[in-house]
């Protein structure tokens, strides 16, 4: 009963996964696991701080808070706001506000729907771009992600449409923002397989366009490296090439072509019962038109603390590097704090 339950939740089928366990109610095995299910759709709130650095597109800081509920177990609504600033000397700082809504609706185990609109406004004093001969001034735009998402056995298939700006001083004074359609691919080959694939393709605000193609593979073994405590391994492959119709100098990254070739390890494991250790490595190899295979890596690692009930506290760090994007080569570090807090019912 509670690994059918269980799988009900999963696929999206909670109210029938707590009407089944409600058969049982003097099971305290059942009484676990109601409670456990309920708690993951519980009302939430977050606050996340993170920042940003690197050598190409200066520092990036952003506080954002979230809350989000859920209505009959099937429907997620939720609010999200964030107050940013995006500085690269010797250019003036930029002041980000943005709101965003979540709507979330599960239609039955098969099909659900992912809807994000929002607003965001960009705030600097009147610049002439790089390059540029008009000054422009402040940059505001309606912002979206939404997607239709289908599962059916050990396959889950996404279509997807975003509209977003990127976190770039120079490509912002340009008033570029990107329109696009994805579609993914997720294959679950056996219970320690997946492999993913995504198309994607992106219209941006200067006429260029550009084309995406990821691919990953992840297995986790059934060998665990410690044995007093939970936890386990992922190994990853992975390759993305992307290439766009046109080289501009807008501000942002577009080679003819770009491809990354890349594996990686990850290791999840519990240091107490409170606290959780997550550490990533990877290593690759990356090439544009007309320069030669290059090495890069790429590193995380990201501590999760369960403070009291359904109180959580997550820190983390990011760095990766490559050959590419500026002369001298790209590099960026990045920091993050999160405090998760679920309400009572």
Request: glycine residues 8%; proline residues 4%; negative net charge.
């Amino acid at each position: 009963t509670v690994g059918l339950a269980w799988a009900l939740h999963w696929t999206g089928e909670t109210g029938e996964a707590i009407r089944l366990l409600d058969q049982n109610p003097d099971n305290s095995d059942v009484a676990l696991a109601r409670t456990a299910i309920e708690s993951d759709r519980r009302a939430r709130g977050l606050l996340t701080y993170s920042y940003r650095d690197n050598n190409t597109d200066g520092e990036f800081s952003l506080l954002r808070g979230m809350a989000y509920g859920w209505s009959r177990y099937r429907t997620q609504l939720g609010f999200d706001a964030a107050v940013g600033r995006l500085t690269n000397d010797p250019f003036p700082r930029i002041d980000r506000t943005e709101i965003v809504g979540t709507l979330w609706h599960q239609f039955n185990s098969t099909f659900g729907l992912m809807l994000r609109p929002g607003y965001q406004w960009n705030r600097y004093p009147s610049i002439v771009p790089p390059g540029k001969t008009d000054p422009t001034e402040n940059f505001d735009l309606m912002i979206w992600d939404a997607y239709l998402t289908a599962r059916r056995d050990w396959l889950r298939l996404d279509i997807g449409s975003a509209r977003t700006t990127l976190d770039i001083p120079v490509a912002l004074y340009n008033h570029i923002y990107i329109t696009g359609g994805n579609v993914g691919l997720d294959w679950r080959l056996n219970p320690q397989v997946i492999t993913d694939w995504e198309v994607r393709y992106s219209e941006y605000s200067d006429g260029n366009q550009r084309f995406d193609f990821q691919q990953g593979f992840h297995w986790t073994p059934k060998w665990r490296p410690f044995t007093s405590r939970s936890n386990y391994v992922v190994l990853t492959q992975g390759l993305q090439y992307f290439n766009f119709s046109e080289t501009l100098d807008n501000g942002y990254f577009d080679p003819d072509e770009y491809i990354v070739i890349f594996g990686g390890i990850r290791l999840v494991t519990d240091l107490s019962t409170r606290t959780r250790l997550d550490v990533y490595g990877r290593l690759g190899s990356e090439r544009q038109t007309g320069l030669d295979w290059q090495a890069v890596s790429a590193f995380g690692i990201a501590l999760r603390v369960h403070a009291r009930s359904a109180v959580f506290f997550t820190a983390g760090y990011d760095y990766n590097d490559s050959s590419v994007a500026s002369p001298g080569g790209f590099e960026s570090h990045a920091f993050y704090i999160t405090a998760d807090m679920g309400l009572r019912r």
